[in-house]
């Protein structure tokens, strides 16, 4: 008797994946034998890092460059995805984590409309156009995850622009979880908590008083890393949460609770 080929890996693409979540994310789903393409803005030098250590746990990663807030290069960056998923597989993927991001602190009366506005280009232009973009190269049955904030629940002064986007991403992830429940694409939303990376220039971690402060209104009375995160994306990613649907999943270590 001939035994059956072995099933294609599952293929996710990342948003942001040269650093912080989103490289914590690649590591976690290659540990779970989920191969890669992630995106990087600038920094090709960390992003082949990453496609290095994944290759190190013998699983692949592919980083092509992308500006998420730049909605017009997405029709070419299809096109520039379509030969590496033939190579990775089946032409087609299975899972999209709309990590990339940039932050943002000032007050509601000192934010310009340039700072709205590049804000509301990567936080939710790009993420919606960006999506829709993707989709038909999506497998049915596959999963989409966007990353929000625990600022979208609690308020911090110097936030709002940003969490406002961020809010406006989880209304847009019930309505991903609806259109696309026929195709069995499921869609949910990561909200982190604050996180010690070099996110906000390195603020949470690299700020003893600000790292100290939030340590103080959390729960398990700590910061968090960004594999706190990664692994738990790669595991709501898994077969086991595949009934997961339209819901915001806080990760924050019991943040302002």
């Known amino acids: 008797m001939t035994s059956n080929p072995a099933s294609p890996s599952k293929v996710a693409l990342v948003t942001g994946g040269s650093r912080g979540l989103g490289r914590s994310t690649v590591l976690a789903l290659a540990e779970r034998g989920v191969d890669t393409v992630f995106t ?14 994944v290759d190190g746990v013998g699983r692949r990663a592919v980083a092509l460059q992308l500006d998420t807030g730049d909605t017009a290069s997405f029709a070419g960056f299809v096109q520039r995805l379509r030969p590496v998923l033939d190579d990775l597989g089946s032409g087609r993927f299975d ?22 506005d590049a804000l509301y280009r990567v936080h939710l232009k790009g993420v919606f156009f ?26 911090f002064p110097g936030s709002a622009p940003y969490a406002s986007m961020k809010g406006a991403v989880e209304v847009l992830t019930r309505y ?3 259109e696309l429940g026929p195709r069995g694409i499921t869609a949910n ?13 390195g603020m949470v971690r690299d700020n003893p008083e600000v790292n100290r402060q939030i340590a103080g209104v959390t729960a398990l009375g700590r910061v968090g890393q960004p ?6 994306i790669a595991s709501l990613l898994s077969d086991a949460n595949g009934w997961v649907n339209a819901q915001r999943i806080e990760v924050s270590g019991g943040m302002q609770i």
């Open 130 to 155: 960006l999506t829709q973009s993707l989709l038909p190269l999506l497998n049915d049955g596959g999963r989409i995850i966007n990353l929000s904030s625990g600022l979208a629940r609690f308020a």
């Open 40 to 53: 990087y803005r600038a920094n090709n030098a960390e992003a082949e890092k990453v496609v290095a250590s």
């Open 189 to 201: 939303v990561v909200a982190p908590g604050a996180i010690a990376t070099d996110f906000s220039g």
């Open 95 to 116: 899972y999209l984590v709309n990590n990339a991001g940039t932050s943002h602190h000032a007050s509601i009366e000192e934010t310009t409309e340039d700072d709205f």
């Open 176 to 178: 991903l979880a609806k």
């Open 227 to 232: 594999d706190d995160i990664g692994p738990m």
